[in-house]
């Protein structure tokens, strides 16, 4: 945390593999003068009436027209730590290496391990590191983008911090949110952390090859998602398998062939 | 924790808009369905406006009740916890208030 101001946004992003470095809040002239405060003030009000994630939304908009303008999707890709998002990616690049550009930002705490992995996989990812930070916001993005610099028409994944909770509340500029829930999660993520499921475009029901061997009740967790979120669709897949892929890779398709305005 | 990036983002706020005055009192307003934790926002704020403009205020906080309007049988009804579903069973409904995450007003020394 900057000790003068408060900002936090120590997160590190950088190409994997590593070329460049960057610290978002890297303050270059970020001078806060002292304040002298003789004697008695009067105080007045100031009315602000202003959303507290304002910068963060501008900066998503920021993110969502510059996106916009190169023809490129950009998805969301949120879900708790270890429900198979960089294994779905993984697969997905192998598997749609040929006919999509796909590159990735990955997000998470420390460490470049799915970074490693996904490059492995034969795309071009930046790996953000957020430090204490347990989510993404708009600022890491737009900087990954910038270090990214992904080809117009392409798809861009940015992977979240696998958190339930506070990716919810932070627009990236994404098109689209997606939410992997594994059935080794068991079946009542929906109902526990609703804001995450309320802001679903599409709900991912990953890892679906164990279900023999897990208590989750598909038809229960359809349900619960449909009462958190009435407008998101489902799909049920298996990166290891591959059943229930190609309807994943199909929504990804439509999506690039109609980018919503 | 996401009420630290939060109350970070109402700090960075402040400041931007009165980066010369210093401010005693910052009014919030959050609603309850807005994800926010107001006793979280109110844990982190005195951590995060130390060495800022915003030292030693004291932070108020509204907090906004949630109210749905059921666009099935017509009703309006304050949900149950964050899941918005209406008495009458129905899942078609329209946030009326509650999802307010805002800074109200601050007050600060002339």
Not at chain 2, 41 to 66: K, P, Q, S, Y
Not at chain 2, 82 to 99: D, R, T, Y
């Amino acid at each position: 945390m900057c000790a003068t101001c408060g900002c936090s946004s120590a997160a590190v992003v950088r190409l994997f593999p590593a070329s460049h470095e960057h610290e978002i809040g890297e303050h270059d002239s970020h001078e806060h003068p002292g304040h002298e405060h003789l004697g008695h003030e009067h105080e007045r009000t100031v009315q602000l009436q202003q959303k507290v994630l304002a910068k963060n939304d501008r900066l998503a908009e920021a993110n969502r027209d510059w996106l916009r303008q190169r023809g490129i999707l950009a998805i969301n890709l949120m879900s708790s730590p270890g429900a198979g998002k960089t294994t779905l990616l993984e697969r997905t690049a192998r598997d749609l290496g040929g006919q999509m550009a796909i590159s990735v930002i990955e997000g998470d705490q420390a460490a470049a391990l799915d970074a490693t992995r996904i490059r492995a996989a034969g795309c071009r990812v930046v790996q953000i590191n957020t430090g204490a930070g347990c989510h993404l916001d708009a600022e890491m993005v737009a900087e990954g983008l910038r270090v990214l610099d992904p080809p117009g028409g392409s798809v861009v994944v940015i992977e979240n911090v696998g958190n339930l909770v506070c990716p919810a509340l932070f627009d990236l500029g994404e098109q689209a949110r997606v939410v992997l829930a594994s059935v080794t999660e068991g079946a009542d993520k929906p109902l526990k952390y609703p804001h995450m499921f309320r802001s679903a475009d599409l709900v991912l029901v990953s890892k679906t090859d164990l279900l023999p061997y897990v208590d989750f009740d598909t038809r229960r967790h359809a349900a619960d998602v449909r009462k958190t979120s009435p407008g998101a669709l489902m799909l049920q897949l298996s990166a290891t398998t591959g059943t229930g892929m190609p309807d994943w890779y199909d929504w990804l398709r439509r999506r690039i062939l109609a980018p919503p305005e | 924790m996401h009420e630290l990036a939060i109350t970070e983002s109402v700090v960075q706020a402040v400041t931007e808009r009165l980066p010369d005055a210093r401010i005693t009192c910052v009014r919030l307003e959050i609603g309850a369905l807005s994800g926010v934790v107001a006793d979280s926002v109110r844990f982190c704020f005195d951590l995060v406006t130390e060495g800022t403009n915003l030292a030693g205020a004291r932070l108020e906080i509204a907090e906004i009740a949630g109210r749905c309007h059921c666009r099935v049988c017509g009703r309006d009804f304050e949900p149950d916890g964050p899941i918005m579903i209406c008495p009458c069973g129905s899942i078609e409904i329209a946030v009326l208030s509650g999802q307010e995450l805002k800074i109200a007003s601050v007050q600060a020394a002339a």
